[in-house]
């Protein structure tokens, strides 16, 4: 275990330094200068040259990268110019948002993807079996924004029962998390229906059912808990990557998450918000990547961290 949490520490490291090195570069060869573009035409001569030297513009690039590298694990993070806030207190009001909504998303996916992989493993030729089959393909195929426009049309604009956008309360949360849920859901079936139905051939299961146990103590504690361990992989994959993977549907709903800010600051060229944004959505995937990785040991004894 020692070893494998050194390894990945030292993994750690060299993934925030090669992430972040690359979207200052990205950032610093875009056309155009940062400041002037912050300022507009109309900024003075004062103001743009105090601007590039609070954003550290007047040094060479890598003493910016280390500078503020180094500020960034003080606590520092800077300043936004777009909205003239603290990066930090920006940062903490999306956080809890788009937090909610990958918690939401992918417990809502788990929930509904485990009978219906389940059914279509158990019963996978029967008509309702086929039909999820159909609903899961199509899930995967459609596309997040068309999806969530839909949505609104009918629910918000046609019926009436739902809000189009906007964060006001729990009731806002039902439409955007149900656009991050189908796509997953499809994703998450096909993952339970295919390990349950490998797993469901193996000579352990046929003596289980030799032996008389009921069907459903069978698939629930031997074919369920063997069967799922790529699912647990999968929904740890998809709950890292939400955190800056909603930007459509956060834009499409008018969310203020974590993706729309990130979104508004690439946009804005606002350096001090967008390099903030990047190294604590680097710095989540790797910790629950990590999480899930220790839990994927708890599910199968069979797994050793060495």
Known sequence: MKRYLGQKL????????????????????LPGDPALLMLGTEGSAEAYARLRSELNLDQPPLVRYFTWLFQFFRGQWGVSVRYSMPVRELVASAFPLSLTLAVLAVGTAVVIAVPTGMFMAVRPRSPLGRLFSWFTQVGMALPQFWVGLLLIQVFAVQLGLLPA????????????????????????????????????????????????????????????????????????LQFSQLFAGTIVVEHVFGL?????????????????????????????????????DLALGLLDPRLRYE
């Open 165 to 236: 956008g906007g964060n006001m309360g729990w009731v806002s949360f039902i439409l955007p998390v149900a656009t991050l849920a189908l796509p997953r859901t499809s994703i998450f079936s096909r993952m339970v229906k295919t390990g349950m139905a490998q797993t469901l051939q193996q000579d352990y299961i046929r003596t289980a059912f030799a032996k008389g146990l009921p069907a459903r103590v069978v698939y629930f504690k031997h074919s369920l808990r063997n069967g799922s361990l790529a699912l647990a992989t999968i929904a740890g």
């Open 10 to 29: 030292i993994s750690f490291v060299l993934t925030i330094v090669i992430a972040n090195l690359a979207a200052f570069l990205i950032l610093n060869v």
């Open 256 to 292: 203020p998450g974590l993706g729309r800010l990130l979104l508004t600051g690439v946009l804005a060229r606002d350096v001090p918000l967008v390099q903030a944004l990047i190294m604590l959505v680097v710095l989540m995937i790797l910790l629950f990547n990590l999480l899930f």
